[in-house]
């Protein structure tokens, strides 16, 4: 017997029972609990986890310290998603939203808190006047293609992600949806790296950082368990020019793996020699 049709109810109500509420979504805000963040000696205070919305962060910390900027040194404090730490009030002060990665900029008097990767990414970029184009039409590209990423990233995540892998059940045509959307997506960066090195020309910026978290999970993780044979990612070959370019950089080798979910990994870090004794140089 196939399944009856949904029928939507007039008013929607919460089910905590149900699957789609997973451990980390629920249609309220605010903290469930109370925490106390902790805080460490450097001007940088990261709350965030070592996702592709994470790494984007932690990427520009690691290529602001190799680009000399001592003052970019921050301190990196795993928040455990699956745990519900983005739920506790300590984390909630610092974003609202309830989502990875939060920051405190304690660089000046009084601690400045800055939520959306984004938005983090902006700040520091524009701090310190590194890895955004000084000119205007470099610094209108850099942007566009930034505000760009962060339209991308549900269709891809909570888009693709969730009904490919996550929910309980295949649906051909949520799939499908989404496959399209995240195929179309690919192709965009592919004809815009035909003709640029970089996405906002030929400066490495910010933008290159943001979308470069999330394509290097679908180009070279494996996404979603098969994902990426699925979308047969590796055929857009101007994606995977700048992926593999990228990707040896040696800030952004250090910026993939702060606060990853498993052994092995730095979970907690104080220091530039945390991140190279893990990558053994």
């Known amino acids: 017997m196939p399944e009856a ?9 919460w089910d905590p029972d149900s699957p789609v509420g997973f451990k980390s979504n629920r249609p309220i805000a605010g903290a469930t609990h109370e925490t106390e963040l902790p805080r460490g000696k450097h001007p940088f205070q990261l709350y965030s986890l070592g996702t592709p919305n994470g790494q984007k962060v932690t990427i520009l910390f690691e290529e602001l310290l ?10 990196a404090w795993l928040i455990d998603i699956m745990n519900g730490d983005q739920f506790g009030s300590g984390f909630v002060s610092v974003n609202p939203n309830s989502k990875i990665p939060g920051l405190l900029d304690c660089s000046g008097p009084e601690p400045i808190r800055v939520f959306e990767s984004g938005a983090i990414l902006l700040h520091l970029a524009e701090k310190f006047g590194a890895f955004i184009p000084r000119d205007a039409r470099g610094r209108a590209e850099c942007l566009s293609w930034l505000m760009w990423q962060m339209s ?3 269709v891809m995540g909570g888009g693709f992600g969730h009904f490919y892998m996550v929910a ?3 649906i051909e045509y949520a799939i499908n949806r ?3 959307e995240t195929k179309r997506i690919f192709d965009v960066a592919d004809r815009r790296l035909a003709e640029a090195r970089y996405l906002a020309g030929d400066e490495y910026s910010i933008a290159d950082m943001a979308v470069f978290a999330w394509f290097h999970y679908f180009h070279t993780r494996n996404a979603y368990n098969g994902g990426t044979r699925f979308l047969d990612v590796l055929s857009y070959r101007n994606v995977d020019r700048w992926v593999s370019e990228i990707a040896e950089r040696p800030a952004v080798k250090r910026g993939t793996i702060v606060n990853l979910p ?5 979970r907690e870090r104080h220091s530039a020699a945390d991140i190279d004794a893990v990558l053994g140089g």
């Open 178 to 180: 989404f496959a399209m």
């Open 5 to 13: 049709e949904y029928v939507p109810p007039e008013v929607w109500t």
């Open 152 to 154: 991308t990233a549900p």
């Open 168 to 170: 309980p059940v295949k």
């Open 262 to 266: 498993g052994e092995g990994t730095v």
């Open 66 to 75: 190799a680009a000399g900027f001592g003052d970019a040194e921050y301190d």
